[in-house]
C-alpha cells in the first residue's frame, strides 16, 4: 500500500539559523552559513530540518518574540537566502518544518505599538487587555523565578496587558477573528517559500482562552481543525507539530479523534520518564509511558526527543521523582532551571560517558514515533553553564580547530563558542570527529541511516515483551508481517535476559543484529539468552535478513 505519510519514518534536526555558522562575518550565524552547511546535514540522514525562529525580533527570548511575521531578521540574511536555503534543501531530499509563534508577539510588533497607542485602532483588539490587574495576575506563569506575573501595566494604554510568558510578549487575541485569518496567512506564506510544515509553539496557550475574567482557561479544539484545513489544502503533504506539554489524557484533544488537528506532537511525558528511567536504571516509569501514550489515530505520529532548546522540563514528574532526575543529572542548583528543569546539554548531563550516550540516543531513535535531534548532539557537544537561563545550551555548532570553532571569522563573536576543557571546541569539533571511524560522529549518522531502514518503528504496533530485569527494556514492533526487537541495559551492571521475543508469524526466530556480528539463536525453539554489557543495547530483526522479500503490502 501507498505509504505518503513521510513524517512517519522521518528523522528531524532542530538547530537555530543563530547558532549555526556565520558567514558574513557578524559572529552570528546565517542562511548562507546555513546553506553552505547542508551536505554536512544531509551527511548525517537526516531528512527534516527544524527551524527555530528567524524572523526580525529584538531577540529577548532567542527569536520566539517576533516583531514580522513576513520577514527574515536581517543578521539571518534576506528572504532571499532564505528561498535559497529551503531550495537547498529541496536538491538534497530534506524538508523544512519552521517554528509557528503565534501565541504571542514581540512588545516591539507594529501592531502591538499600534494597540497601545490608539484605542481606535484596529489591532487594538489583537491584544488582550484589562483596566485593572486582574486578581489572578502571579498565576500561571510559564518562567517561575524569573517572571514575576502574567500581567503587566502599560503606562500608554493605561491598561494592563495578558502575557503568558515574559512581559515583552504580549498575547495575541486569538479568539479575534481577525487575528486567526492571520495567522492562515502567515502559514500560507511560509509555505508558498518552500517549508513543508510548522513546529507550532505554546499550543495549549495558543487555543485557551484569554482575558481578565477567565477563571480557568477553556481550550478551543476546533482552532486546530481550522489550521489543519488551511494547511492541508494549501500543501497536501506538510504537517503542524504541536509542542503541547500535556497530561496523556489530553492527547486525544490535540490530535483530534480521527487525526484531523495536529499530524504531531512531542512526547513529553515519555521524555520525562526516559530521563527518570535513565536516572534509576529501572524500566518501569519509561514503560508506563509507552503504555499511557498509545492511544493515537493512526496518521498522528509522537516527535521523540532527549534534550532541545528548552530545558528538560521534569514538571509532570512527582516531587521525589524530579528530585531523583535532578541528583543524577542535574545535581548543583546552577543546572536547574524554574523549579522544574534541568538546563544542561545532554553530555555534561551524562558525565560525557559515550557508553550511556549511546544508549540514550539508541533510545531516543528506536522509541515510537520520529526522532528529534538537537544540533550539536551528534557531536556530543557540552553547556556553558555560566551563560543566563537556556542560552547556556545554545551556543554555536563546533565546527574545526581554527578560532571560534570554525563558526565565525569575527574577531570578538556576541555568541562565544565552548572553548577549553573536555568540551571546548579545540577536543570536540566536526572536522575531528569526522575523520575518526570510531567518533560519535560516524556512530551517529551509522544509527541514524540503520534507523531509517526501519520503518516498523515509525509506523508499527509496538509492544513491551516481559524479561527477567527490570533495567533492561525489550520493545518489539510488529508492521507488515515483520518484527524487529529492540534491547537497551539502563543500569551500569551486566545483564543477562531471558527472552522470548513473542512475534507472531512463520519466520524462524533467529535474531539478527543489526549493529554488530552477534546475532542470537534460541536456546530452546523460542527463548534466547543474551548478555547485555552496562548500558548495551542491541537492535534485532526477527527472523533472516530477506525481511525485504517477507514485507507485506498492507
Ligand atoms: C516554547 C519555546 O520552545 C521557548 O523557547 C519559548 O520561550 C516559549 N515557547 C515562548 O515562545
Redesign the pocket.
Known amino acids: 500500500m501507498i505509504n505518503d505519510l513521510w513524517y512517519k519514518n522521518a528523522v528531524v534536526y532542530c538547530l537555530s539559523v543563530e547558532s549555526y555558522m556565520d558567514a558574513n562575518g557578524d559572529g552570528v550565524g546565517d542562511f548562507e552559513g546555513l546553506t553552505r552547511r547542508l551536505d554536512y546535514i544531509q551527511g548525517l540522514g537526516v531528512t527534516c530540518i527544524w527551524l527555530m525562529p528567524f524572523q526580525p525580533s529584538p531577540q529577548r ?2 527569536g ?1 518574540d517576533i516583531t514580522d511575521y513576513y520577514g527574515v531578521d536581517p543578521r539571518y540574511g534576506t528572504l532571499g537566502d532564505f528561498v535559497e536555503f529551503t531550495h537547498g534543501c529541496h536538491q538534497r531530499g530534506m524538508r523544512v518544518i519552521m517554528d509557528l ?1 503565534v ?2 508577539s514581540s512588545d516591539q510588533h507594529p501592531w502591538f505599538q499600534e494597540a497601545r497607542r490608539d484605542p481606535g485602532s484596529r489591532y487594538r483588539d489583537w491584544y488582550v487587555w484589562s483596566d485593572k490587574r486582574p486578581a489572578n495576575a502571579e498565576d500561571g506563569v ?1 518562567f517561575p523565578g524569573v517572571q514575576k506575573t502574567t500581567w503587566t501595566r502599560d503606562t500608554e494604554a493605561g491598561l494592563y496587558y495578558f502575557h503568558r ?1 515574559y512581559e515583552f ?1 504580549p498575547d495575541l487575541n486569538t479568539e479575534n477573528p481577525h487575528v486567526q485569518a492571520e495567522i492562515l496567512k502567515i502559514m500560507g506564506y511560509w509555505l508558498q517559500l518552500g517549508v513543508s510544515g510548522f513546529r507550532m ?2 499550543v495549549p496557550f495558543v487555543i485557551a482562552t484569554k482575558g481578565a475574567d477567565v477563571k480557568k482557561a477553556a481550550p478551543r479544539y476546533d482552532m486546530l481543525r481550522d489550521l489543519r484545513e488551511f494547511l492541508q489544502w494549501r500543501r497536501g503533504d506538510a504537517i503542524l507539530l504541536a ?1 503541547a506539554n500535556v497530561p496523556p489524557k489530553l492527547n486525544e484533544e490535540f490530535f483530534g479523534a480521527d487525526g484531523h488537528r495536529m499530524h504531531m506532537m512531542f512526547n513529553f511525558p515519555l521524555n520525562q520518564n526516559l530521563f527518570l528511567a535513565l536516572a534509576s536504571a529501572d524500566t518501569r516509569p519509561l514503560a508506563k509511558a509507552l503504555e499511557g501514550t498509545r492511544d493515537k489515530p493512526a496518521t498522528a505520529q509522537w516527535g521523540v526527543f532527549l534534550r ?3 530545558e528538560l522540563d521534569l514538571g509532570r514528574l512527582t516531587e521525589k521523582q524530579r528530585q531523583a532526575v535532578f541528583e543524577a543529572f542535574g545535581p548543583d542548583k546552577s543546572m536547574q532551571l524554574y523549579d522544574r528543569g534541568i538546563r544542561r546539554r545532554l553530555a555534561p548531563m551524562l558525565k560525557g560517558d559515550r557508553r550511556r550516550y549511546e544508549l540514550a540516543t539508541s533510545l531516543m531513535l528506536t522509541l515510537p514515533g520520529t526522532p528529534v535531534i538537537r544540533y550539536g548532539d551528534e557531536i556530543g557537544m557540552g553547556d556553558d553553564l555560566t551563560l543566563p537561563e ?1 542560552e547556556c545550551a545554545r551556543t554555536p555548532m563546533q565546527w574545526s580547530t581554527e578560532p571560534h570553532g570554525g563558526f565565525t571569522k569575527h574577531d570578538s563573536p556576541p555568541n562565544p563558542v565552548i572553548s577549553g576543557g573536555p568540551y571546548g571546541f579545540e577536543h570536540l569539533n566536526v572536522a575531528a570527529q569526522r575523520r575518526d571511524p570510531a567518533s560519535l560522529l560516524n556512530w551517529t549518522e551509522r544509527v541514524i541511516r540503520m534507523r531509517k531502514e526501519i520503518p516498523e518503528i515509525g509506523s508499527g504496533d509496538y509492544e513491551v515483551v516481559q524479561t527477567d530485569a527490570k533495567d533492561v527494556l525489550a520493545l518489539r514492533y510488529d508492521w507488515r508481517g515483520n518484527s524487529v526487537l529492540f534491547l537497551h541495559n539502563l543500569g551500569d551492571e551486566p545483564r543477562e535476559i531471558d527472552i522470548d521475543p513473542g512475534a507472531a508469524g512463520s519466520h524462524d526466530s533467529l535474531l539478527i543484529n543489526l549493529l554488530a556480528e552477534d546475532h542470537s539463536r534460541p536456546v530452546d525453539g523460542r527463548h534466547h539468552r543474551i548478555l547485555m554489557e552496562p548500558y548495551g543495547y542491541r537492535w534485532f530483526r526477527v527472523g533472516g535478513l530477506d525481511y525485504l522479500l517477507r514485507r507485506s503490502e498492507i
Open positions: 527570548d532567542n520566539y509563534v501565541n504571542h510559564v510568558f510578549q509553539d505554546a509542542e532541545n532548546h528548552d537556556r
